[in-house]
C-alpha cells in the first residue's frame, strides 16, 4: 500500500469512550453524536460493542443503518465499526449490527503480552496464534474490512507481535491496531515499536498501521503522535479523551496537533476542525462527564488569556500567547452578540454561523427562550447561545417534565422546595421537601413525585461566562439503586456493570439548572428501565433474511 501522509480518525468515543466510568449514552444520543461524528469527518466510527447486551448491538445497528449511509464531508458515508472479542459469537454479533452500513467493519482483537495471556486468557501463545488466524479468517468470512488488535501491545513481546500480526494479515485482517491498553510506554518506546512492527512484520505493506493510546501517565497523545511519526496511518482517539480510567488519546489534541504543527509532522486529516467544539460539548453533556476547564482545545480556558500580562501581549499581537486562533476550533471570538432587541431572524443566522441548523419548530423553541434569557441577562454571548441551545436540543425523551420550582433557603430556616411536574400521561403533580439545602431539598421533592430510587454518583455546577447573571451548568450521574437496570459486560475486562446515567441542564438560577439537570438523568433511567414509553423508533431497514 502506497504510504501517504493521510492520516485516518478513527473514533471510539461510542465504544471506549462509552466505557468510561458513568458515560452510559442512550440508544438515540449514540446515534446523535454519531450523527455529528460524521459530519466531523471522521473516517471510522467505532459504533460499540454489540455482545455487551441487545440494546448495544441494537445501537449500533441504528448507526450502521442511518449514519453508516449517510455522506460526511469527503462525500463518502463513514466506515462503521463493530468491536468483537476473539470469539465467533461476538463476530457474528459484530456483523449482525454493522452489515447495514454501506462500508461495514468488524474489530475483533485478542491480548499478546504475556501478563494476559498467562492470567486473563490462561492460553500459551501457540495456542492465541492459532485463535487469531482462525477468527480474523472468520470474520472476513462476513466482511471485507477487517481490523486486528493485539491487545496489550504495549506490554507485549515484539517479536511475538510480528508474528502474530503477519499471521493476522494472513488471514485476511486490512488493519492492524496497535494498543497500548494500560497506558503505560513513553513516546520513545511506543513510536519504536510501531517502527519495529513496519520493519518486521510480514505483508505490513499492503494494510493500515494504526495506533490506540490509553492515557494513564498523561502521554496518549504524545504517544499517538510518536507512532504516526513512526509510520502508522490511523489514529484511535475519543472525543474529550473519554474512556476507560484516564481515557484514551483525544481526538481534538491530534487533529488539532497535525494541523497546528504541519512542518513537523507533513501529515493530514479530514476532520472540519471547526466543529471540535460543538462535537465537544454534545459528548460532555449526553455522557454527564465535564470537560476540565484547562483541558487542551476543549477547556473553558484553553482560549482565555486571563492575566494581565497575557492580555498586554494578546493586543498587541495574537501569536504571542495564542498558537491557535479559537475560530479553528469553531469558537467565536465576539462577546456581545445579540441583545433583548435582536429578531428572529438574527438569532438563526447568529446560531448558523456556530454550526446550529434547526428547523422552524426548533428556531422557534430557541426564540422563546432567547428571549426569556434576554429579560434576565443584558449581554448574550455565544457562550450563552451554545449552552441555551445545548439545553434545548441534547435532551433525552421527557417522561416528567419540570413545569415549576420555588425554594426557600438561607440561614433563616429549614431550605424547603416545592416542585410541579408533568407526567406521562399529562397530569400535573405537586410535592414539597425539606433538605440539607435548597438542591437537596429539590431532589427529594422530585423523588417523591417520580418514586424511582437512585444514587447520585456526581453533581457538578459551572457558570458559562463571567459576571454575576451567568448561565449556571450542570451535570449529574446517577444510577438505579438496586444497580439492575440495564447491565452490560466490558469487552476487556469481561466485567458485568450497571450502567449510569448523565444529565444536564443549563439556567440563570442554578437551583433551576440542577432541577432540570436531575430529571434529564431520571428521564432516561425511567426509560431504559422499560416503565414508560415505548422503545425509541427504529429506522425502516431490510433486514436480509433476519
Ligand atoms: O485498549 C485496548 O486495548 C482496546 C482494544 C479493544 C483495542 O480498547
Ligand atoms: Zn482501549
Given at each position: ?241 473519554i474512556g476507560e480510567r484516564a481515557g484514551n488519546t483525544s481526538l481534538e ?294
Amino acid at each position: 500500500m502506497e504510504k501517504s501522509n493521510y492520516v485516518h480518525i478513527f473514533d471510539t468515543t461510542l465504544r471506549d469512550g462509552e466505557q468510561s466510568p458513568g458515560a452510559t449514552l442512550t440508544s438515540a444520543e449514540k446515534l446523535e453524536i454519531a450523527r455529528t461524528l460524521a459530519r466531523l469527518g471522521v473516517d471510522v466510527m467505532e459504533a460499540g460493542f454489540p455482545a455487551a447486551s441487545p440494546d448495544d448491538l441494537e445501537g449500533v445497528r441504528r448507526i450502521a443503518v442511518e449514519v453508516g449511509n449517510m455522506a460526511g464531508p469527503s462525500g463518502k458515508p463513514p466506515i462503521i465499526c463493530g468491536l468483537a472479542r476473539a470469539a465467533s459469537s461476538d463476530i457474528d454479533k459484530a456483523w449482525q449490527a454493522v452489515q447495514f452500513a454501506a462500508r461495514p467493519r468488524i474489530h475483533t482483537f485478542l491480548a499478546t503480552s504475556a501478563i494476559h495471556m498467562k492470567h486473563k486468557l490462561r492460553m500459551d501463545p501457540e495456542e492465541v496464534v492459532d485463535r487469531v488466524r482462525e477468527m480474523v479468517s472468520y470474520a472476513k468470512g462476513y466482511c471485507d474490512d477487517v481490523e486486528f488488535s493485539p491487545e496489550d501491545a504495549g506490554r507485549s513481546d515484539p517479536e511475538f507481535l510480528y508474528l502474530v500480526l503477519g499471521e493476522a494479515i494472513k488471514a485476511g485482517a486490512t488493519t492492524l491496531n496497535i494498543p497500548d491498553t494500560v497506558g503505560y510506554t513513553t513516546p520513545d518506546e511506543f513510536g519504536s515499536l510501531i517502527a519495529g512492527i513496519m520493519a518486521n512484520t510480514p505483508g505490513v505493506e499492503d494494510v493500515i498501521v494504526s495506533v490506540h493510546c490509553h492515557d494513564d501517565l498523561g502521554l496518549a497523545t504524545a504517544n499517538t503522535l510518536a507512532g504516526l511519526a513512526a509510520g502508522a496511518r490511523q489514529a484511535e482517539v475519543t472525543i474529550n479523551g473519554i474512556g476507560e480510567r484516564a481515557g484514551n488519546t483525544s481526538l481534538e489534541e491530534v487533529v488539532m496537533a497535525l494541523q497546528t504543527r504541519r512542518p513537523a509532522y507533513n501529515l493530514e486529516t479530514g476532520i472540519d476542525s471547526t466543529q471540535i467544539t460543538r462535537v465537544s460539548r454534545m459528548v460532555s453533556n449526553y455522557t454527564g462527564i465535564p470537560v476540565q476547564p484547562n483541558k487542551a482545545i476543549v477547556g473553558a480556558n484553553a482560549f482565555a488569556h486571563e492575566a494581565g500580562i497575557h492580555q498586554d501581549g494578546m493586543l498587541k499581537h495574537h501569536e504571542t500567547y495564542e498558537i491557535m486562533r479559537p475560530e479553528m476550533v469553531g469558537l467565536q471570538r465576539s462577546s456581545l452578540v445579540l441583545g433583548k432587541h435582536s429578531g428572529r431572524h438574527a438569532l438563526k443566522v447568529r446560531l448558523s454561523d456556530m454550526g446550529y441548523e434547526l428547523t422552524g419548530e426548533e428556531l422557534q423553541e430557541a426564540f422563546e427562550r432567547f428571549k426569556d434569557l434576554a429579560d434576565k441577562k443584558k449581554t448574550i454571548t455565544d457562550a450563552d447561545l451554545a449552552a441555551l441551545i445545548t439545553d434545548q436540543l441534547y435532551q433525552p425523551r421527557e417522561v416528567f417534565a419540570l413545569e415549576g420550582l420555588q425554594v426557600a433557603c438561607g440561614t433563616m430556616g429549614m431550605p424547603t422546595a416545592t416542585v410541579r411536574l408533568t407526567g406521562p400521561d399529562g397530569s400535573e403533580y405537586i410535592e414539597a421537601a425539606i433538605g440539607t439545602g435548597p438542591v437537596d431539598a429539590t431532589y427529594k421533592a422530585i423523588d417523591n413525585i417520580v418514586q424511582m430510587p437512585n444514587c447520585l454518583l456526581e453533581f457538578t455546577v459551572r457558570a458559562v461566562t463571567e459576571g454575576i447573571d451567568a448561565i449556571g451548568e450542570v451535570t449529574v450521574r446517577l444510577e438505579a439503586e438496586n444497580g439492575d437496570v440495564h447491565l452490560r459486560t466490558s469487552p476487556q475486562s469481561g466485567l458485568i456493570q450497571p450502567r449510569t446515567f448523565g444529565g444536564h441542564g443549563a439556567d440563570t438560577d442554578i437551583i433551576v439548572a440542577s432541577a432540570k439537570a436531575y430529571l434529564s438523568a431520571i428521564n432516561k433511567l425511567l426509560v431504559a428501565s422499560g416503565l414508560y414509553g415505548e422503545p425509541e423508533p427504529m429506522a425502516e431497514i431490510a433486514l436480509n433474511g433476519e
